[in-house]
């Protein structure tokens, strides 16, 4: 049960004359409460499910036609068998069947539970941070396919982190003659190549190979990272300008990430099209990671980085855009987006023509306990952070190398990036008007929502409702 139905019980229960209760304190709650207390709770918690389990027939058959088009036409990318355990699931989880769409129901269930059984990965042993199910012994059994999956993680994720990289290059300095010296050049190149080039240069200088290379393929396995459309009526013309917007951030934008190498399946999906990452530009200062992202095509977050990039033809651009504020939101099973107010990708939209395409990855804030979900004061502090150093760093809990409880690595679960229908803007406008923007920003918050609740219960069926902060 998701917390956003506990949280429905409680408040049933909060509203008793007498004491005030505190929401976070479940367990007190049952513990004073009486016999018809308690039956208040166990109605709202019923009504809470009842409206979860409710078959919507229209809902239900594009899940069942977008469930159909995966397994049928996989794409460039083979579907995992995380992915095809979540359609088994949604399969099971229709009751009762719409009437019409028996047949496609049934065809669909025979048709994944074979595939199911045949898949390599069937019978083999997989990591025990799936949903904490609990296989201790598997680190022992794990094939070594997983095992490069998860190095290729540990080097992307650990080693590429700043205070690692900021480390190994003090020692590098220690322990190698001339090495300040070297080191004092290469910060010097940093400083002139940003402001000679600057950022947008890392469109030129992305490489294919470093795209290509077999470290990203193993990265998008580990989760894996599945990227899928809306349906087949969304189109993609790779002559016009689009600015894909994804969330939720989650703590490290892991299928934001896989999207900018040639490992997503978007190259099939949308032939021809033009999609490079941004990111704050503050990551461009950070010695050997730049040089990472830039072969990558990633280029910089700044609105005129942006500007200029949607107006070369043909050149689109993907954006988290709930940013480091949005990390700290992260947390297994929520769905809050910073979007209320956020109005600048809109802005930027307008003025270029670009056409706006929500991107919702499932399970993205998944990978990771937050330790400071619930503390008020850890969220200030890391705001003043963020404020100061444009991003904040976040005390989560992941798994290890070697061991599924505690660790700074993402678990292992599925992120299925789904692709939204895109929303014209109409004819760009250098000073758009607010109610325009307003306008633009409202439907644009209407089509996220729309995408969330269409296929929340196929990828990501235990989240919250989606909260916009």
Request: net charge positive; proline share 6%; charged share 20%.
């Amino acid at each position: 049960m998701s917390f956003g139905l506990l949280q429905d019980g409680i408040n049933a229960l909060s509203e008793k004359k007498g004491p005030t209760y505190d929401p976070n304190d479940f367990t007190f709650h049952v513990a004073e409460a009486s016999t018809t207390e308690l039956e208040r709770v166990r109605d709202a918690l019923e009504k809470a499910l009842s409206q979860r389990r409710e078959v919507d027939p229209v809902k239900t058959r594009q899940r069942l036609e977008h469930i159909k088009q995966q397994v049928e036409d996989p794409g460039d990318v083979p579907l995992s068998i995380e992915h095809l355990e979540l359609f088994q699931g949604y399969l099971g989880r229709v009751d009762p069947v719409p009437e019409g769409l028996g047949e496609l129901h049934h065809s669909l269930t025979t048709q994944v539970e074979g595939m199911l059984r045949t898949h390599p990965l069937a019978n083999m042993s997989r990591s025990g941070d799936r949903d904490r199910s609990g296989e201790e012994g598997a680190i022992l059994r794990v094939p070594m396919g997983r095992r490069r999956q998860t190095m290729s993680i540990l080097l992307l994720n650990f080693f590429t982190g700043p205070f690692i990289i900021i480390g190994g290059f003090l020692l590098f300095c220690s322990c190698i003659t001339y090495g300040w010296y070297l080191f004092g050049l290469y910060c010097l190149y940093i400083f002139c190549d940003n402001k000679v080039f600057g950022a947008p240069s890392s469109i030129h200088r992305a490489s294919a190979w470093w795209r290509g290379a077999a470290i990203f393929r193993h990265a998008r396995d580990y989760f894996p990272v599945r990227y899928a459309k809306r349906d087949n009526d969304v189109k993609i013309d790779p002559s016009k300008n689009y600015l894909f917007a994804y969330h939720p951030h989650g703590v490290m934008s892991f299928g934001a990430q896989i999207g900018a190498t040639s490992f997503s399946g978007m190259e099939s999906m949308f032939p021809g099209l033009k999609l490079f990452l941004q990111t704050l530009n503050i990551n461009f200062f950070l010695p050997v990671m730049r040089e990472h992202m830039m072969r990558l095509g990633v280029g910089d977050a700044s609105a005129p980085t942006l500007m200029k990039m949607l107006r070369s033809p043909g050149t689109s651009v993907m954006l988290v855009t709930g940013g480091a504020k949005e990390s700290m939101y992260a947390h297994p099973r929520d769905a809050r987006v910073v979007l209320k107010t956020r109005q600048g990708f809109v802005r930027i939209a307008i003025r270029t023509g670009a056409a706006l395409v929500p991107v919702w990855g499932f399970g993205e804030n998944n990978l990771y306990e937050n330790l400071a979900v619930h503390s008020s004061t850890i969220r200030r502090w890391q705001r003043r952070i963020q404020r100061a150093i444009t991003f904040t760093p976040v005390l989560v809990a992941g798994r290890g190398v070697f061991t599924y409880h505690g660790g700074l690595m993402p678990r292992r679960r599925p992120i299925t990036v789904v692709i939204g229908a895109p929303i014209p803007v109409g004819e760009a406008e250098e000073q758009p008007s607010q109610e325009r923007v307003d306008q633009i920003h409202a439907k644009y918050l209407h089509a996220v929502q729309e995408l969330y609740y269409l296929y929340r219960d196929i990828y990501d069926p235990k989240a919250n409702d989606i909260e916009f902060v």
